[in-house]
């Protein structure tokens, strides 16, 4: 008996334990926060593409060092923007062996493909189509990269 008098009075005042309403807003809040965080990223990547992208076009016409050198810094910004995002991913969501393996086979194929484009532009035997050619397959690796 007295036990049920001391459950009904702490029904009454609100004594029980209550759920915390904030608990679950902040589960949300981070989601939200982590949602923009990808959004401002993938954005930025966007944002390094169509720049590369230009750069590459106007190594192809131009075909000098000079331009060489600033399409390669551009690339070498991008891959370090991607392996550290996908870094951070795989720290978020536990380990996952495959996905970095992934990037890192990604890099490997994008420096050979800037070692065989700087031959070329070096010898000056490149066309401006092959060079664009070999500025398109580079493109797409790095949109693998980030997709």
Known sequence: M?????????SLHGTGKAKRPDAE?????????????E????????RQIAAIHEKGELLAESQ??????EYKQLIKDFMKDAVDAALRL??????NRRGRAKIYKIVEQVDQKLLA??????SGEASRLSLL???????????????
Do not use: C, P, W
């Open 90 to 95: 795989e720290d978020k969501r536990g380990f």
């Open 2 to 10: 007295d036990i049920r008098r001391i459950m009904e009075t702490q």
């Open 133 to 147: 050619d070999q500025v398109g397959e580079i493109r797409g690796l790095l949109v693998n990269v980030y997709v």
């Open 64 to 69: 000098t060092v000079e331009s060489l050198a």
């Open 39 to 46: 959004d401002r990223e993938h954005e930025r990547f966007q």
């Open 117 to 122: 484009l700087t031959d070329q532009v070096i």
């Open 25 to 37: 807003a902040g589960v949300s809040f981070q989601n939200v926060i982590g949602q923009k965080r």
